[in-house]
């Protein structure tokens, strides 16, 4: 069983903090300097949590939870430097003892709390979290002291991550909610503290991907020239107890493809995995197809893979690490009726994912492309709509090609590109990745 120390746990968002954890089945050691209601919070939150009453500005609190923790419990895998106090007074009005005071309890303890349970945590796993505040960020009327502990407790926090642990505690900024958000933090996810970006996660493919990757810890960033159905993934997410941001883009557009690279990579830190999944149909035999048609394909489908990928690149080669999926499709490599423009825009991808890969291999990135069959989503029923007579007809015609005699799910999509994106993929480079129901192989 996992153990976790939480200061400040009587009452407040500590308490909410510590019953997560307990319900989660952690064993909490829960620490505070009211002693009558800690008591009470531990025994209304009931599971496995013993109560430490001291002082989290007094080292030997910290020395203390963390031995409880080790004796109790037989080690420790997570802290949660919590316990703070407010101050709503000017400079001008503060004395240096409530100065003192309040950056011992806020700032000087999280020192305390990070050297008491190092060692306890290991080197290579256990998590230490800080609750600093937006304040430390964005000032707030009448409390200058107060932010200024809160922005100490952010820059120590970043500047000091414990091993197997960098980053952690500053997921507000991608927009976490819902009381599952610590349960999921602790968890082991395949995308743990990730920040992803997926372009077209409005809908489809890309929005199964975004709650999957959202599911297995990551940060995502849903980007989509539909803001509302951007906004729609995002409230998903958040439902489902994931972090993710809405970010209103056209990948074609090359400020825009410049402001999600660069404002993620500003807010979050780093990209870790851009997925190019925006795209979309273009119906027709070669000589029907119009040039406005064939531009407009190939704009979202290459120039925005190409923008996109351009402007996110740099962040990637400065953290030397990355991966990037990009989305072509079984049709670059089978022939499908009427699908010129989009079969060449799909052809293109594949020859830039490799190309791309071998540019960015000594950089420690990862470029892979995925070729999707038929896939239930609304960019297919409007092919149905637009290239048979009847959806009826169409879905029979397309059933009657698959092995399996019926369309992919976005999830199926989505399953793969979180293998791509995740460190099981690590060697698996320039490879284009068929989800096609066996499409290729024939009946
Ligand atoms: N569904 C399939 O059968 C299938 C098969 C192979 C490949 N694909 C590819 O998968 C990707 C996703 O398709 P889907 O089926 O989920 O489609 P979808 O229509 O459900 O979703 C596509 C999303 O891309 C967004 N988008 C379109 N143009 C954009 C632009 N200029 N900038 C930003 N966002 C833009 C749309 O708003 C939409 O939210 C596409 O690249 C598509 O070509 C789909």
């Known amino acids: 069983m996992s153990s976790v120390i939480v200061t400040g746990a009587a009452k407040g968002i500590g308490a909410g903090i510590a019953e997560a954890f307990a319900r989660a089945g952690w064993s909490v050691v829960a620490v505070d300097r009211d002693k009558a209601p800690l008591e009470q919070t531990a025994a209304r939150i009931g599971g496995t949590v013993v109560t430490l009453a001291g002082d989290v500005a007094d080292r030997a609190t910290n020395d203390a939870a963390v031995k409880l923790a080790v004796d109790r419990f037989g080690g420790l895998d997570a802290a949660v430097g919590n316990a703070g106090v407010t101050l709503a007074k000017l400079i001008d009005d503060s004395t240096p003892q409530e100065f003192d005071r309040l950056f011992s309890i806020n700032v000087k303890a999280l020192m305390y709390l990070a050297q008491a349970a190092h060692k306890a945590l290991g080197k290579t796993k256990g998590s230490l979290t800080v609750i600093a505040s937006k304040t430390g960020l964005v000032a707030q009327r009448d409390s200058p002291l107060y932010c200024a502990t809160k922005g100490a407790a952010i820059q120590d926090r970043v500047g000091r991550p414990v091993p197997g642990d960098a980053g952690r505690g500053l997921h507000h900024r991608c927009g976490a909610s819902g009381r599952r958000r610590v349960h999921r933090r602790m968890s082991k996810g395949r995308l743990d503290d990730r920040v992803c970006v997926i372009t077209g996660a409005g809908s489809g493919i890309g929005r199964a991907s975004a709650l999957l990757f959202a599911r297995e810890g990551a940060c995502v960033v849903v980007a989509d020239v539909d803001r509302a159905g951007a906004e729609e993934t995002v409230k998903l997410v958040h439902a489902d107890g994931g972090k993710a941001n809405a970010f209103s883009a056209d990948v074609v557009d090359p400020d825009d493809a410049r402001r999600l690279a660069d404002e993620t990579a500003r807010t979050e830190g780093r990209i870790d995995v851009l997925f190019n999944n925006a795209g979309i149909a273009g119906v ?58 989009y079969a060449a825009s799909k052809g293109a991808i594949l020859a830039l994912t490799r190309a791309m890969q071998v540019d960015y291999a000594p950089f420690g990135i990862r470029v892979n492309a995925l070729l999707p069959g038929t896939i239930a989503t609304p960019f297919v029923e409007k092919y149905l709509r637009e290239s048979y007579p009847s959806r009826e007809e169409g879905l029979k015609a397309i059933r009657k090609r698959q092995l399996t005699s019926e369309l992919g799910k976005p999830e199926d999509v989505a399953s793969a590109a979180l293998f791509l994106a995740s460190d099981e993929s690590s060697f698996v480079m320039g490879s284009g990745l068929f989800v096609d129901g066996g499409v290729r192989g024939g009946k």
């Open 284 to 341: 027709g035999t070669l000589h029907e197809t119009s040039t406005e048609l064939w531009d407009k394909v190939m704009a979202v489908n290459v120039r925005g893979v190409f923008l996109v990928s351009k402007f996110v690149v740099p962040h990637m080669i400065e953290k030397k690490r990355g991966s990037i999926i990009n989305m072509s499709s079984t049709i670059a490599e089978i022939g499908l009726a009427q699908r010129a423009s």
